[in-house]
């Protein structure tokens, strides 16, 4: 049973940045793409970001050049870096692990959610 915990959202104003953490149990964590979904109040869950274990990766249009995805296999973590935040970004930010190694692998597991809520 893979478990997946996030961390590291919070409030922030228009312009600022974030760092979200997800951290993995299982091994596994090393073998399958992973990612971030956000979903914000009356619509649908959509994806951010994927990356599969060789560092592959795929943005969604509208993060493309504000947010970077990384993660450290030896620790288990998938990393969101969000830069030059918007009040549109502010939603519940969902990791989770893939059902394959490709990077646009349909999610597996997820993660509880963390809130990210940007004020203008």
């Known amino acids: 049973q893979v478990q997946l915990v996030e961390s590291g959202g919070g409030l922030v104003q228009s312009g600022g940045s974030l760092r979200l953490s997800c951290a993995a149990s299982?091994?596994?964590?090393?073998?399958?793409?992973m990612g971030w979904y956000r979903q914000a109040p009356g619509k649908q869950r959509e994806l951010v970001a994927a990356?599969?274990?060789?560092?592959?990766?795929n943005y969604a249009d509208g993060v493309k050049g504000r947010f970077t995805i990384s993660r450290d296999n030896a620790k288990n973590t998938v990393y969101l870096q969000m830069n030059n935040l918007k009040p549109e970004d502010t939603a519940v930010y969902y990791c989770?692990?893939?059902?394959?190694?490709?990077?646009?692998?349909?999610?597996?597991?997820w993660g509880q959610g963390t809130q990210v809520t940007v004020s203008s």
């Open positions: 989770y692990i893939g059902k394959s190694t490709i990077v646009t692998s349909p999610p597996d597991s």
């Open positions: 299982g091994s596994i964590f090393s073998i399958y793409a």
């Open positions: 990356i599969t274990r060789g560092l592959r990766t």
